[in-house]
């Protein structure tokens, strides 16, 4: 132990201080009496310099992960000292010390004693390991704390710490087993008052614990419900649990906030919907307490359905409930004609991509350049004459050039009563006309031409040449009349087809489309074929994926701005179904239809408070954070096999998707701060409580990730617009040094750091 104790000599908690003392202090409580009585001088050696250790120690990373922003929280490490100190008053004796059978302590003493090899690590050695140790928590004493005031009977210390630590082992062990567990929790032989009381609120610190707990709350959740059908009595404390958090939510942690909701709305759902209703609905209730009441109610939802929740719950909070989640209606997207018509082309089974892509492309007036003017389309140009042409006589060019001056002369008769924009659009369908006019004068021309010679011979000669004609015909036709013959078949077909095709895709607009508008219809006509089950979207989407990828523009910017209109489109059309809205996100990322950084800024730029706080909004932005850094890690990870492999090639390409993916992740997470501070700036003057969500949501992302975007957040007033003349954000970015010893190792140098240096998978796998 003196050996162990020394590994924490010298050093601080942030450079791994805490784990020889940690090690130490959490073992001696185990010590029976009689090794108490022949070592008692050496214990004492060792309790006085873990104290030495403890009175030097700065843990200024507790006030960032305090449930509470009243009180200052004791972690396990400083909760063991006052335990050993109140052990040694006691005796060394414990009510809650747990022997197995057939490994009982031997309480006498005996002479002699076991030889044990060197330690053989020393503090330098976990200096440079880079072994860091987050240190717990003590459970917040919501319930126990209230009982003792009300002269309940007090939990000694040492036997609070070692019951409280033995939960957490039982916890751990027993993990993947909620059933087991919850029977291993209760079979503890102790027999006290605070007993279950501190069994549930150990579990509720768990399940709260910051920057994350160890498992996820679901199973913590679950752990007491399990603890529930095997000893009701349980139930008393779980509610008293709640209640006590209920009354300081002002106070309370975002990260635990939307915790709590989760774990409250499971509960609610597994009890019947019975609950004290009354602390939410009075006229004093604060702001906060009702926000998170229609947080419960939202996540409940999810969990029920809406008409439910409207049957079972009481009239009072009915105004709590989130509206029925259907797609909507009367978007200005929908109100256009255009939409009606891309409904009909949309279709789920056999779907037609080339007509979606076709009228996508006419609304863009890129028709010109793809099929019409420039030789190509010369064909289709000559076949959306009238299908009437064929039968109506020919009186050539002269005749032509009369019909249209005719028609000219009407519609500039008629012209007086139309809008400019309506003459506008007249002008450029005469052209189009006119053009179309000009290509049949010319064929006609050359028809005339053609037949000219036999209109001028005389009436015998016409005769003569009528039986040669008929000699000719019984012996076959000359070739280039036959093949004049076959083209003026097929030319009825092919008009007929353009002309059904031209009624299909309506009118050419008089001006092109801006690229968003025909992103919002496009999209807004696939959301609504799909609508019915996430399995209809999915199937949608297969039949129409390619049209979304192949209209994205090539410039950077103008495919931005149409990824940006299909998501605002997504948050639009499921503005009332928050689950709904994560899924179709979570669908169109996972095609690579949008991306992550068109989510940032349509969830996080709309300053409305509905949007701003809707949960939906935060579960996205930190799926697109995690699938980002999820992502950089994987090529990591491929990098360093191949560098085991020696493979060259592969080293290569792995060095360039890693740098790319860097400076992704780089950007999405400076996104997102840049948007939390603007929003914190908007709000100054309209929402102060909205301003404390922006600072306590920029407290969130920066100790959720901090071990993956270290260097991004301790360079945030150089980085981040707006940080450097925000006092109240700044300080929350210069006390991210101290989460450094309790967040995860650095897996994503943002700075950018050489791969070379990622170690091989054969000499430290728990790198990776």
Not at 649 to 674: G, P, Y
Request: proline letters at 6%; one cysteine or more.
């Amino acid at each position: 132990m003196q050996e162990t104790l020394a590994l924490s000599q010298g050093l601080k908690p942030i450079k791994g201080g805490d784990l020889g003392v940690f090690l130490v202090l959490t073992a001696l409580p185990f010590l029976s009496p009689a090794a108490i009585g022949l070592a008692g001088d050496r214990v004492d050696g060792l309790v006085a310099a873990a104290g030495t250790y403890l009175a030097a120690r700065e843990a200024k990373w507790k006030p960032l992960l305090r449930l509470l922003k009243g009180g200052m929280p004791a972690d396990q490490l400083e909760a063991a000292a006052d335990a050993l100190k109140s052990l040694k008053e006691s005796g060394w004796v414990a009510d809650t010390t747990f022997h197995l059978k057939g490994v009982e302590p031997c309480m006498d003493a005996k002479d002699g004693s076991p030889r044990l090899t060197a330690l053989g690590v020393t503090a330098e050695d976990v200096k440079k390991s880079k072994v860091r140790l987050q240190v717990p928590l003590m459970a917040s004493r919501i319930i126990t704390a209230r009982i003792e005031a009300d002269g309940g009977e007090a939990l000694p210390i040492h036997d609070r710490w070692l019951l409280e630590d033995f939960i957490l082992c039982t916890i751990e062990v027993f993990a993947r087993d909620v059933e087991e567990c919850s029977k291993q929790l209760l079979r503890f032989p102790f027999m006290h008052s605070m007993f279950e009381p501190t069994i549930v609120e150990t579990i509720f610190s768990q399940m709260l614990r910051l920057p994350s707990p160890p498992f996820l709350p679901l199973f913590y959740s679950r752990l007491l419900e399990a603890l529930i059908e095997k000893e009701q009595s349980i139930l008393d404390w779980i509610s008293k649990g709640f209640a006590a958090l209920f009354k300081q939510i002002p106070d309370l942690d975002e990260e635990c906030f939307e915790v709590l909701a989760e774990a409250w709305a499971y509960h609610l759902i597994n009890q019947s919907y019975k609950a004290d209703w009354e602390q939410f609905t009075g006229e004093d209730t604060p702001v906060q307490t009702q926000r998170f009441l229609r947080r419960v109610l939202e996540r409940l939802q999810r969990l029920s359905f809406h008409q439910n929740l409207l049957h079972r719950l009481p009239q009072s909070v009915h105004r709590f409930i989130p509206a029925e989640p259907t797609p909507a209606t009367g978007l200005p997207g929908q109100a256009k004609p255009e939409y009606t018509r891309m409904l009909g082309f949309v279709k789920i089974k056999e779907p037609d991509r080339d007509l979606v892509i076709k009228y996508c492309e006419r609304l863009l007036k890129l028709e010109d350049k793809i099929d019409g003017k420039d030789g190509a389309g010369t064909a289709v140009a000559d076949a959306t004459v009238d299908d009437d042409d064929e039968d109506r006589p020919d009186f050539g060019a002269a005749a032509e050039e009369e019909a249209h001056d005719k028609d000219k002369n009407e519609d500039e008769a008629h012209g007086k009563d139309k809008t400019e924009d309506e003459v506008a659009a007249r002008s450029m369908r005469e052209q189009i006309e006119e053009e179309k006019r000009a290509a049949k004068r010319a064929r006609l021309e050359d028809e005339a031409r053609e037949a000219a010679p036999d209109k001028e011979k005389p009436d015998a000669e016409a005769g003569d040449n009528g039986a040669k004609r008929n000699q000719e015909a019984d012996s076959g036709e000359p070739e280039k009349k036959r093949q004049k013959a076959q083209v003026k078949e097929e030319v009825p077909e092919v008009k007929k087809e353009a002309k059904k095709e031209g009624e299909d895709l309506g009118e050419l607009p008089p001006e092109p489309w801006p690229i968003d508008e025909v992103a919002e219809i496009l999209a807004l006509a696939v959301f609504h074929h799909g609508a019915k089950t996430p399995t209809h979207m999915s199937k949608i989407l297969d039949g129409h994926q390619e049209v979304f990828l192949k209209l994205r523009p090539g410039d950077e910017d103008q495919a931005h701005e149409f990824v940006k209109a299909i998501v605002k489109s997504v948050f639009s059309f499921w503005r009332l179904s928050g689950q709904r809205l994560e899924i179709t996100l979570e669908t169109l990322l996972h095609r690579g239809i949008i991306t992550p950084r068109a989510v940032v800024e349509q969830g996080l730029g709309e300053r409305t408070p509905q949007v701003y706080d809707w949960m939906s909004v935060w579960n996205m932005i930190n799926s697109v954070a995690r699938k980002s850094l999820e992502r950089t890690q994987s090529i990591r990870i491929e990098l360093a096999i191949a560098k085991r492999l020696e493979k060259a090639d592969v080293m290569e390409k792995s060095r360039k998707q890693l740098e790319a993916a860097i400076h992704e992740t780089a950007e999405l997470f400076t996104l997102i701060f840049t948007e939390l501070v603007r929003s914190h700036q908007d709000w100054e003057d309209k929402d102060p409580f909205l301003r404390q969500v922006a600072v306590q949501r920029v407290l969130m992302i920066g100790r959720k990730y901090h071990g993956f975007i270290k260097p991004l957040v301790d360079s945030a007033e150089s980085r981040i617009p707006g940080v450097a003349h925000n006092p109240e954000i700044a300080a929350v970015f210069q006390s991210s040094p101290c989460l450094h010893s309790t967040s995860s190792p650095t897996l994503i140098g943002l700075s950018g750091p050489s791969a070379s240096s990622i170690p091989s998978p054969s000499k430290d796998a728990s790198t990776l």
